[in-house]
């Protein structure tokens, strides 16, 4: 209960806040005060003209009107700007007092700086001394026992200690912590990857076989010169198409043969570049086409070769049941059933471009999903199927008499053809990302190197620089 002053009381002892001299500051705001109640009465019964000053002694004011003056009040005593704001209060100014140690040893309050809110936003804080703390160091104490965690890392408690006490561990792979003291680490989305410091995502790089790349440009070249080889060796029989060595070889389906080389070459180059839409369902259906095409042709001049050989016997008419016609049939119809698997495949599911995020966690390959893989393997299936149809066959007529070599030619290069696309099989499905297309271009080109190269080099070699071998009685002749 609050005791009331009666008049009787002795200042010098008593024990008040506000009569403890220790303390100056309260008695400065006490000082403050004052002054500014006696500015407020002052500028009530007061009326300052141009030069003289008068003031109404006997006036008797009420509270409200010194209150309503108060919050006018604007001046400066020992040192101290005094006037309030719009709400009455007054700027806010405050001391910043350090307890230090003296060299005597006792422990005083020094103002190392202070706080003026009526300052511009930037000088309102100042320190002008250094802060010394219980241990009389400058050093900020921390109170934790273990120091903050970075972004990257997340806190970890140590088992039974305080929970200031934790260990910092790295965000697991695949994850970012982007604050300080982080208790957990979050995932970054499917096309996003950490950087080094992982305490932010960055969209993965995109990767394919690109026109850029060193690869690329090789299987390009090769593509080209292919085509190129394709279309002289061409030429070359279309200028010869008189002579024996052009015509014994079924010369029709020869320059079929060549032509189908030809889009084969070229059709590895929908391979390269960034799959869209439509080179995602040109690069499988022309292959396996153009493929089909053309080992119908190698298949065609086959029976041609036993056909022609069955024919010489006496009696047999067997050439008549597989003239021109029936050749160029036999081409039309094998590659008719390609086109059908092919059409099935793209009108059930099409191959379709995707971003592939699962083989590689850093990056995205973009690639050319099969959409269904029984389409591809079909188109696949049906192409080793009349390859190896072809080769028996050749195996057959390899030890036909002389002027009908060209089964063994054939034999040759089917056995190339088969070699390369039975080690692609394995090489395709373990080969990661953009490397997978790399061995498929590989594949096709390697292939159309060995039937252009096996065929039709021996006879372009003869033609052009053994002519005198390029004759019927020499073709009849050689034993």
């Known amino acids: 209960m609050k005791r009331q002053c009666d008049g009787t009381e002795d200042i010098e002892t008593l024990l008040n806040p506000y009569t403890d001299t220790a303390q100056l500051r309260i008695t400065n705001m006490v000082y403050k005060a004052v002054y500014a109640i006696a500015h407020a009465i002052h500028n009530a019964v007061c009326q300052e003209t141009q030069f003289v000053t008068q003031c109404d002694k006997n006036i008797r004011l009420e509270s409200k009107q010194v209150f309503s003056e108060l919050k006018k009040v604007n001046f400066f005593r020992n040192g101290y700007h005094v006037y309030f704001d719009a709400n009455g209060d007054p700027e806010a100014f405050y001391e910043l007092v350090n307890w230090q140690k003296s060299k005597s040893g006792a422990t005083d309050a020094v103002t190392i700086g202070y706080y003026d809110a009526s300052l511009p936003t930037g000088q309102q804080f100042r320190i002008n001394r250094p802060i010394t703390w219980v241990d009389g160091g400058t050093q900020v104490p921390v109170s934790v026992c273990s120091e903050s965690c970075p972004p990257g890392t997340r806190k970890v408690l140590q088992k039974g200690k305080p ?19 982080s208790p957990d680490c979050s995932r970054c989305p499917s096309e996003f990857w950490p950087d080094a410091q992982r305490d932010a995502c960055f969209p993965k790089p995109v990767e394919f076989l ?39 070889n079924n010369s029709e389906l020869s320059f079929l043969l060549l032509f189908s080389l030809t889009l084969c070459f070229l059709c590895s180059l929908t391979f390269i570049g960034a799959p869209s839409d439509w080179s995602c369902m040109l690069r499988h259906t022309a292959f396996g086409i153009t493929f089909v095409l053309c080992i119908s042709c190698v298949l065609g001049k086959t029976v041609v070769v036993l056909m022609a050989f069955k024919a010489t016997l006496p009696g047999s008419d067997v050439m008549k049941w597989f003239g021109p016609p029936q050749q160029r049939m036999t081409v039309v119809f094998f590659t008719f059933i390609q086109v059908i698997i092919c059409t099935v495949w793209l009108l059930l599911s099409p191959p379709f471009p995707m971003k592939n995020v699962s083989t590689y966690k850093e990056k995205i390959i973009l690639e050319c999903a099969l959409g269904s893989a029984v389409g591809f393997w079909a188109v696949l299936g049906y192409i080793g199927l009349l390859a190896v149809f072809c080769f028996v066959l050749a195996v057959l007529a390899r030890k036909l008499p002389d002027h009908f070599n060209e089964a063994k030619l054939i034999t040759f290069s089917m056995l190339i053809f088969c070699a390369v696309w039975l080690t692609f099989i394995p090489a395709y499905v373990s080969s990661p990302g953009k490397f997978t297309v790399a061995v498929e271009i590989f594949a096709i080109l390697a292939s159309s190197f060995g039937l252009i190269l096996c065929i039709f080099a021996p006879k372009c070699f003869i033609i052009l620089f053994q002519p005198e071998k390029n004759s019927k009685k020499s073709l009849m002749n050689r034993n």
């Open 210 to 248: 690109s026109y850029d790349e060193v690869l690329a440009i090789i299987l390009a070249a090769f593509s080209v010169s292919g085509a190129c080889l394709a279309i002289i060796t061409a030429a070359i029989f279309f200028h010869h198409r008189t002579t024996p060595i052009v015509r014994a």
């Open 163 to 181: 929970i200031c006490c934790y260990d910092c561990i790295p965000c697991p792979e695949g994850e970012i912590s982007n604050m300080t003291d």
